[in-house]
């Protein structure tokens, strides 16, 4: 029987995407081999429980009886093999199903059903040279890009990128980020914030076709709490 490590599943009111505001079911998976400077998931790193597919699956019912909503996080969910059958079967069920995933795994393996949010990290994140550069000729229009920015040469850096390869007749959603203030961690280098005004008056002034977005879950909650 296939099982996955599993750090949290909750429901909850999706924070980002083109999906945002819309209850959610979150399944999110342990590990990642990425450490980017600002991410707020440390906790999903190392800690969690193996739980079999049939014990995931019971889980989102229960929380969410009536939310049809599925995203699968991490962490880095693509590294669990088993998460495949875990989405189809999300997916059979009658789930839509999106997966967020940071563009350093190839994204071609997943179900043609599954919606995914890849969040290319950009320099800032200290994590670049990891992108699978392959996986921009694999997004559809079902697919949204995320880009977590930290400054003005992060920003430039997703601009060329957006236009370089069109990114914008290729997906979905375009999505831009400011990253929050971020102390270093035992394994993070942490960051300086990005203001969101400036990077909505960099947006203006490009004429990009992005869209601006903020973490909604933590203006709701502590930007702190888990299962949120």
């Known amino acids: 029987m296939n099982t996955l490590k599993i750090n949290e ?17 979150f399944v999110r998976l342990t590990g990642c081999h990425l450490r ?7 906790y999903a790193f190392h800690e969690g429980d193996r739980r079999s597919i049939d014990e995931i699956l019971d889980e989102a019912t229960r929380l969410g009886p009536h939310t049809k909503l599925v995203e699968i996080t ?49 320099p800032g994140s200290g994590e670049v040279d990891r992108n699978d550069d392959d996986n921009i000729a ?9 880009f977590v920015l930290t400054s003005r040469a992060d920003y430039d850096w997703a601009r060329d990128l957006i236009r370089t390869h069109a990114l914008h007749e290729k997906v979905h959603a375009i999505l831009f980020s400011a990253v929050a203030p ?9 960051c300086e914030g990005l203001s969101l005004r400036d990077l ?11 869209r601006l977005q903020t973490q909604l879950h933590k203006h709701i909650w502590n930007p702190t709490a888990r299962g949120v």
């Open 182 to 190: 971020m102390a270093p961690t035992a394994e993070l280098a942490g």
């Open 9 to 25: 599943i909750f429901h909850s009111i999706q924070g980002e995407s083109t999906w945002a505001g819309l209850p959610c079911v």
């Open 36 to 42: 980017c400077a600002y991410c707020d998931t440390e």
């Open 138 to 146: 694999r997004l559809t229009p079902r697919d949204e890009v995320k």
């Open 74 to 122: 991490g962490g880095e969910p693509l590294l669990q093999k088993p998460v495949h059958e875990l989405m189809t079967r999300l997916a059979d069920a009658g789930y839509t199903v999106l997966i967020e995933t940071s563009g350093a795994c190839d994204i071609s393996v997943c179900d043609p059903r599954i919606i995914r949010i890849m969040d290319l990290k950009t």
């Open 200 to 210: 909505a008056e960099w947006v203006l002034a490009d004429g990009l076709p992005v």
